[in-house]
Nanobody, 117 residues
């Protein structure tokens, strides 16, 4: 079992920045993928950004150039730096931990990001 604890969500004005954090604990495999998905009201959950322990990264086109994913493998923690936030970025952001690149996935409870003036 893997437990995920997210933090960093909140209310921010358009153009602002937020940083999300997610710490994993439990049965951590040395090779894993961590990252973020999001779900806006009335929409399906979608990929935001993921990063493997080896450094491979994948971003949604909608966030490229604005969001940056990073991780501390020693601390089993992943971060999402979100800049130039837009109202359409408003969503619940879920942390994901996956065994390897395609193995079993674990999800955090989610943290709400609201971009509004």
């Amino acid at each position: 079992q893997v437990q995920l604890v997210e933090s960093g969500g909140g209310l921010v004005q358009p153009g602002g920045s937020l940083r999300l954090s997610c710490a994993a604990s439990g049965s951590i495999f040395s090779h894993n993928t961590m990252g973020w998905y999001r779900q806006a009201p009335g929409k399906e959950r979608e990929l935001v950004a993921i990063k493997t322990t080896g450094g491979s990264t994948n971003y949604a086109d909608s966030v490229k150039g604005r969001f940056t994913i990073s991780r501390d493998n020693a601390e089993n923690t992943v971060y999402l730096q979100m800049n130039s936030l837009k109202p359409e970025d408003t969503a619940v952001y879920f942390c994901i931990y996956r065994v390897g690149s395609t193995g079993m996935a674990y999800w955090g409870k989610g943290t709400l990001v609201t971009v509004s003036s």
